[in-house]
């Protein structure tokens, strides 16, 4: 009997060897491609290393034909260091208490001085400091700000865009040049014509149309604006306008001759221009956009009418709901149970207007 059931033991042990045998092997095959998906380096905390040593040790150099995550080298130097224990860092001179030495108080106030009084960045004030004989770290400067609340802001900058137009928005126009089809028999024609608008009253005036804006086209139209604003007595200290080809030398002169900067927008930025690119909207959805444009002649006279409603009946938002052009802030009030209020149309009746009858 026995000789029957040893040789059966016997059997089915080798089977189990065999079975696992090939889950290893199929296991080691699976860790491998897992292995390629993952970063070249893993971090493992203390946790994981020592779970890792506890079940590897057991295997003794074997381990060489499964370890994948780090090299057979890195394994035994953890077994060592767990095998002699944590070693003990020797205390720091100062006091014993480990990390940096805090900032002295009154760099820290200097730091926070600066600011205050300069809103300067922290590369900035890493330079002054060091000016000071004070050598720290732009992470030093930023830490120390922050716990003071004085982090960064995006309004922290020394001269925003918004800054540079309220700034100079009394004296600052923009133009920029629009255009409207014409129907004729050969088919359908662009007509262009340019737009200025004072920044900051929002008042527009607005050139005759050409099918040809020529340099000298352009030209002219430079000098009719400018014996506007004569007339007018507004000032103009600034003119901006975009990267347009249209806008020649003989343009920018005529303002230069009476002392007015030209600032030229960087390309592609039409958010640079918005107030005119704006008011060329509106003019097309609210006026231009309602008619077909028959002649030059009659493109002017749409213009005119557009310019003088613009200026003169069309509210504004940012006029207080006003139009841009009117006697005083203050206007009257109408007392509408004594007072009869008229509807004033112009263009066939596609603009409208309300006030008190004469």
């Keep these: 009997m026995a000789a029957i059931v040893h040789p059966l033991l016997t059997l089915l042990a080798s089977l189990t060897r065999q079975e696992l045998a090939q889950q290893v092997t199929y296991l080691r095959a699976e860790n491998a491609i897992l292995r390629s998906k993952l970063p070249d380096r893993i971090t493992l905390n203390n946790q994981?290393?020592?779970?890792?040593?506890?079940?590897?040790?057991?295997?003794?150099?074997r381990i060489k034909e499964l370890i994948s995550i780090v090299s057979y080298s890195t394994f035994r130097r953890w077994i060592r260091k767990m095998e002699d224990g944590p070693t003990k860092r020797p205390k720091s001179k100062s006091e014993g208490k480990p990390g940096r030495p805090k900032i002295d108080e009154s760099i820290a106030d200097t730091i926070i001085r600066i600011r205050k009084e300069t809103g300067w960045g922290y590369t900035k004030i890493v330079q002054a400091m060091r000016r000071l004989g004070h050598r720290i770290s732009r992470q030093t400067v930023k830490n120390i700000l922050v716990e003071a609340g004085l982090g960064p802001d995006p309004s922290d900058h020394p001269d925003t865009w918004s800054d540079f137009l309220k700034r100079h928005a009394a004296t600052m126009w923009q133009c920029d040049f629009a255009s409207k089809r014409k129907w004729t028999v050969k088919g359908m024609v662009d007509l262009y014509f340019l737009v200025f608008i004072h920044v900051e009253t929002r008042r527009i005036w607005i050139s005759p149309c050409t099918a040809n804006p020529t340099g000298e086209w352009t030209t002219q139209q430079a000098r009719n604006f400018d014996m506007f604003l004569q007339d007018e007595g507004l000032p103009c200290a600034i003119l901006q306008r975009d990267q347009d080809s249209k806008y020649v030398d003989s343009f920018d002169e005529v303002f230069r001759s009476s002392g007015c900067d030209i600032k030229k927008t960087p390309a592609r930025s039409p958010n640079l221009q918005a107030f005119v690119e704006r008011v060329i909207q509106t003019l097309k959805h609210e006026v231009l956009n309602a008619f077909c444009v028959v002649s030059e002649q009659h493109m002017d006279y749409i213009l005119r009418v557009s310019e003088?409603?613009?200026?003169?009946r069309r509210g504004h938002s940012n006029r207080d709901h006003l139009p841009p052009v009117r006697d005083n802030d203050a206007l009257p009030t109408v007392d509408l149970k004594s007072n009869r209020i008229v509807c004033h149309i112009e263009l066939g009746g596609h603009l409208k207007s309300y006030r008190a009858a004469a």
Excluded: F, I, S, T
Aim: positive net charge; hydrophobic residues 20%; glycine residues 10%.
């Design 48 to 61: 994981e290393r020592r779970r890792l040593v506890r079940h590897g040790k057991k295997l003794g150099p």
């Design 308 to 312: 003088d409603w613009y200026n003169h």
